[in-house]
């Protein structure tokens, strides 16, 4: 498995400001993603990271709202923009091209409180 | 659409006692089905992969195709297995996860 990290772990917000979460592996991975996981409910895939072009988002999901970066296959950035308290969830990275390849493997998430 | 349907929110068992925590899924094509568990104030970790069949702290799950199902089964609960579960299914030719809604289990002594 591979160590995965996220900063910040958790925060608290204003309405309308952005926040960038970061996603660290210690070891190079073949796909990058990012989930969420609102109140209660189960994990949504945002979208998938692709090193050095444009994610790929799931339907709901937009660029101009959830801008995010894989400048290498060790680090991802995700932004949530123009935050509403709706935004108010646990992020998750994960990743998966280590073995068992067929494995997704998660970081431990950060907390967003938007008020 | 693809989906995985987990009908439980909420199990609670006995020390000793059997359990199942049910999984259905919906998809058209080759599935590959997983379990994941949260501990509390732990990350989401794999449990089982039904590729592998293997037996995970007790745990077993059988794909039964015909039932489109992934049920989960432990022949004596443990209170260490108290936890939160999630269902999860890839799609073939995809690395992306669908997940259940989850169910809660808890295990009293």
């Known amino acids: 498995s591979a160590v995965i990290s996220q900063k910040p772990s958790r925060d608290i917000c204003q309405r309308g400001t952005s926040l960038t979460i970061q996603c660290q592996v210690d070891s190079q991975v073949t796909m990058m993603f990012w989930y969420r996981q609102q109140p209660g409910q189960s994990l949504t895939l945002i979208a998938t990271?692709?090193?050095?072009?444009?994610?790929?988002?799931e339907s709901g999901f937009v660029i101009d709202k959830f801008p995010i970066s894989r400048p290498n296959l060790t680090f991802s950035t995700l932004t949530v923009s123009n935050m509403s308290p709706e935004d108010s969830s646990i992020y998750l990275c994960?990743?998966?091209?280590?073995?068992?390849?067929?494995?997704?493997?998660f970081g431990p998430g950060t907390r967003l409180t938007v008020l | 659409a693809q989906r995985v349907t987990q009908p439980e929110k909420l199990l609670s068992v006995f020390k000793g006692a059997p359990v199942e925590l049910k999984c259905n899924y919906s998809y058209s094509g080759s599935p590959e089905l997983f379990w994941y568990v949260q501990y509390s104030r732990q990350r989401l970790q794999l449990l089982l992969r039904?590729?592998s069949r293997e037996s995970i702290k007790g745990f077993t799950a059988d794909l039964n195709k015909g039932e489109t199902s992934f049920h989960l089964k432990k022949p004596f609960a443990q209170e260490e297995d108290s936890a939160m579960y999630y269902c999860?299914?890839?799609?073939?030719?995809?690395?992306?996860?669908?997940f259940g809604k989850g169910t809660k289990l808890t295990v009293n002594p």
């Open positions: 990271a692709n090193q050095g072009s444009e994610a790929t988002y």
């Open positions: 994960s990743v998966a091209g280590i073995y068992p390849t067929d494995t997704q493997y």
């Open positions: 039904h590729i």
């Open positions: 999860a299914l890839k799609m073939g030719g995809s690395e992306k996860l669908v």
